[in-house]
């Protein structure tokens, strides 16, 4: 039984990945994001004032990394699974919102993360709104 499980639990990642939905994505930024990072996704949101430390800005990831976008790195702060000490702990329920962890993200670099699609195509947008 303890064999069978761990086979079912290793199907999702031998799936190939699917392709990001980018439009979805910059929708998904829009409904949950856009309240705190801005419209144009550089920190300046509504709620931005109100908030103890300023959103930062998400057409920054690369540049802040030698222009290298850290897709699984950047997938694990939205779904929760690693704090963002600067909330003061996970991003605001949306680990919990975009739920099912069952897409294959993969990174150039070769690496793997199971995760939903919401954080996929959020992602995959975030990634396209880099700037240098």
Known sequence: MRVLTTALALIPLALPALAQDVDRGE???????????GEIAEGGGPMAEVLTVPPSDLTQIAARR???FPVIEIARLIDGRDPILTHGGEMPIFGFVFGEFNVVLRERGGGTLLTSREVVDLVGWLETVQVE
């Open 66 to 68: 030698d222009g290298a």
């Open 27 to 37: 929708r998904l930024y829009f409904q949950h994001c856009a309240v705190c990072h």
